[in-house]
């Protein structure tokens, strides 16, 4: 959930101590396809890590659930 981010706590209400949060909750998503996209409903759709206009689907699967995410075409080459 917070891997790898360092947060500051407040624990007495007095002092600011600094510690590091696991990531006990992780899912694992697995790419199940991905396909060509255009707009849906006559939106435009962006990509989910850069925030350009989305031009694939990247299709997951998680924990049972299937999970859609919009990319364009540089960053689709990012995932896995």
């Known amino acids: ?26 899912m694992e998503k697995r790419l199940t396809s991905l396909r060509p996209f255009t707009e849906h409903r006559g939106k435009t759709k962006f990509c989910v890590l850069c925030g350009n206009v989305a031009t694939q689907e990247a299709y997951f699967e998680v924990e049972g659930a299937n999970l859609i995410e919009k990319y364009c075409d540089k960053c689709v080459k990012k995932v896995k």
């Open 1 to 26: 959930m917070y891997k790898g981010k360092t947060v500051l706590t407040n624990d007495d209400d007095k002092s600011w101590t600094c510690c590091s949060l696991r990531d006990e909750n992780h």
